[in-house]
């Protein structure tokens, strides 16, 4: 069986490039991020009073502190590194740093397209549109959607997902 | 659907004359609920029964049971009513109706258009009392499962045979489709592959290994260690013993039957419309005796029921020929012996030396395939049309080394395609490539329509064991990837 022809990068998207996700998300998670490690450094910083746990706790604010800023730098990365791409047959979904991940989802598989948004998510506007097919594993999850953009995806994958439905 | 006809050998009911499931139901659904309690008292109360009975007599006893047997009373009780307001019948339209529930009424309707398979299955617990279950699959997948819980045998199988009748329409192929059976497992094979799994033997090794260290330290103690973990891989093998007991496949025009079980036979049939994914796996040390198993992802079975994992495995043991034969049953013109694999590359050796060898993908015209696996090498087959969605993965040391692995993703079930650490341009030049095979074979293939009346097999399939597989594939040039898409028309005709 002769080799077939190999691409450039295997994450490049088809023809013009990915279509970004909304830096609001970045905002969103920054900020469910907050309302974790605010509590627990207000918490050890009390327990910073007792002066024999003082050192402990200094070290645990400074290791909390330390998590914190990375968490905040990463989770911009992420939301930058989600993209999506509509072909004529299928959508792309990538994402991710480390592990990078892409999948393709032919029209004729879509079985539902779901919008939610959690309450942070909705203040900040912000949706997130998941697509099902009859595979368990497909993981097409595309967060950090402005609303109106999120409802006009749905609509043009459920239009065409009609078009080319295939049986199972 | 207008006034069904009768049918010759097969009796028709009345249409909407409702009927009971057998009398001995809540019996039977009362001791499956309140075993376990019976059960735990006998363990644990036998010592406070025994003071009893010496202090009051017979009075006693009942006196300390007294909670049981107000439980099981009541359970008894409610089975009852709850047998009292069940009932199925054939509606107006001609579809199978069961009606539940005292309190809450609950009217399931199948719709025979829709049938997928009816099966007689047999408990333990109903074996016993001579009762049977009839499984009704329905296409749709989810909970589309209608159970009917319990009837006498013969009630059962001329209900299925019944329903199977009106679901395929007036005319022939009505009752009990005839069957023809292809192959069995004999039990011999089965303890002796049970035993030779791999699993089995890493639990074996180490339990020896923990009971060694353990007597090694603390002296005979450790024996008694001896048999919690010495029993563990014993119990698995004697449970799947339990459930593959006596497997036979057979052939009938709704599909492939299975039919297993020592205790409770369950019986399965397999429409080929169904199946998504097959997987052969072949453990280290059967590959001596050539022996392979055979797992089915079909759509709609849920997996963990009662029955465990029912449906999900097509032959647990058998030779190679045997099992090619099958699966050229499940998925015509397959061949599995045909595939030529194309291997992972040498770098990948790095990210994985122990199952390099065991990597690789392949493909022809009906059928994508990777394999992998370490001890068991497993080949995952997928019919192009069964392709759901493609992924490419990568992590870091992939990333580093230039791989990615290229996903086919198909419905749940034990089959999962994936091409693991390809060089990460060709992953990516697969996953499109498999994405426009997946697309023209649904454009090109059969509508998805079974329980329709069909003509048996023309061949008879049991022509013996030299009978060779049907229409060996013959190895075909790849389909190009996407900037130059050869038509579908085009493809290579397979031989007869």
């Known amino acids: 069986m002769a080799e077939p022809l190999s691409v450039d990068d295997a994450f490049a998207p088809p023809g013009e490039p990915w279509h970004p996700v909304s830096p609001k998300l970045a905002t969103a998670r920054r900020l469910t991020l907050m309302l974790v490690t605010v509590p627990v450094l207000l918490v050890l910083g009390s327990t910073a009073f007792v002066a024999q746990a003082r050192p402990v706790a200094l070290a645990l604010v400074a290791v909390t ?11 911009g990365r992420r939301v930058r590194s989600f993209g999506y791409a509509e072909r004529a047959d299928d959508l792309l979904v990538t994402s991710g740093i480390m592990f990078r991940r892409l999948v393709v ?43 109106a953009e999120a409802s006009g995806l749905r609509d043009r994958l459920a239009a065409l997902g009609e078009q080319r439905s295939a049986g199972l | 659907m207008t006034e069904p006809q009768p049918i010759p050998g097969v009796g028709l009911s009345e249409p909407e004359r409702r009927r009971h499931t057998h009398p001995l139901t809540p019996v039977v659904n009362s001791i499956r609920s309140v075993g376990i309690l019976i059960g735990a008292v006998i363990v644990f109360g036998l010592g406070g029964i025994r003071e009893a009975a010496l202090a009051g007599g017979l009075a006693g006893v009942l006196a300390a049971l007294s909670g049981v047997i107000v439980i099981l009373g009541l359970t008894l009780g409610l089975s009852y009513l709850s047998w009292t307001r069940t009932e199925y019948f054939f509606d107006s339209s ?25 099966d007689v299955v047999r408990p333990l617990l109903g074996r016993i009392v001579g009762l049977a279950q009839v499984r009704i699959e329905v296409a749709g997948g989810g909970d589309s499962r209608v159970v009917l819980s ?22 022939p192929g009505a009752g009990e489709a005839p069957e023809v059976v292809l192959a069995t497992v004999p039990t011999g094979d089965l303890i002796v592959s ?85 997987e052969i796996s072949e453990p ?10 055979v797992s089915l992802t079909v759509a709609g079975l849920q997996s963990g029921q009662e029955e465990g994992q029912m449906g999900q495995v097509l032959l647990p043991v058998a030779p190679r020929d045997v099992a090619w034969r099958i699966i050229n049953r499940v998925l015509p013109g397959v061949d599995p012996s045909a595939f030529q694999f194309e291997p992972a590359p040498p770098r990948a050796r790095k990210r994985a030396w122990l199952q390099w060898g065991n990597l690789g993908v392949a493909h022809d015209d009906r059928v994508f395939v990777a394999s992998r696996g370490f001890l068991t090498r497993y080949v995952a087959v997928i019919p192009h049309a069964r392709t759901q969605s493609v992924g490419v993965t990568q992590g870091p040391w992939e990333r580093a080394l230039g791989l990615a692995s290229v996903r086919v993703d198909t419905t749940p079930g034990p089959v999962s395609v994936v091409g693991l650490y390809r060089d990460a341009g060709q992953a990516r030049a697969i996953a499109e490539a498999q994405l426009l095979r997946a697309a023209s074979a649904r454009a090109s293939g059969p509508a998805d329509r079974w329980m329709v009346p069909r003509v048996p097999p023309a061949a008879p399939p049991g022509a013996g064991a030299a009978s060779p597989p049907v229409a060996p594939v013959e190895p075909i040039a790849p389909t190009p990837p996407a900037p130059d898409p050869e038509p579908p028309g085009a493809q290579p005709p397979v031989a007869p």
């Open chain 2, 150 to 171: 319990y009837l006498s045998e013969k009630d059962a199988q001329e209900l299925r045979a019944e329903i199977i009748a009106r679901a395929a329409g007036v005319g």
């Open chain 1, 65 to 75: 502190l330390v998590f914190t800023v990375w968490m905040w730098w990463l989770i």
């Open chain 2, 94 to 118: 001609g579809d199978f109706r069961l009606d539940s529930g005292i309190l809450q009424r609950s009217e399931r309707r199948v719709t025979l258009s829709r049938l997928q398979s009816v």
């Open chain 2, 284 to 293: 280290l040390l059967w590959r001596r005796r050539g022996w392979v198993r």
């Open chain 1, 105 to 147: 989802v032919p029209y004729g598989r879509m079985q539902l397209v779901d919008i939610t948004a959690g309450p942070i998510d909705r203040s900040l506007g912000v949706t997130t549109v998941q697509l099902h097919t009859a595979a368990a594993s497909t993981n097409a999850t595309i967060p950090g959607l402005p609303p």
């Open chain 2, 194 to 278: 049970l035993l030779l799994r791999s699993e089995t033997f890493l639990l074996l090794a180490v339990s020896v290994l923990i009971v060694a260290s353990i007597v090694l330290t603390e002296g005979a103690g450790g024996l008694f260690v001896l048999f919690l973990t010495g029993g563990l891989p014993l119990l698995g093998v004697f449970s799947q013993f339990m459930r593959y007991f006596g497997f036979t496949v057979a052939e009938s025009p709704d599909g492939l039957r299975l039919r297993h079980g020592l205790a409770s036979v369950q019986s399965q049939t397999v429409p080929p419309g169904r199946v998504q994914a097959i």
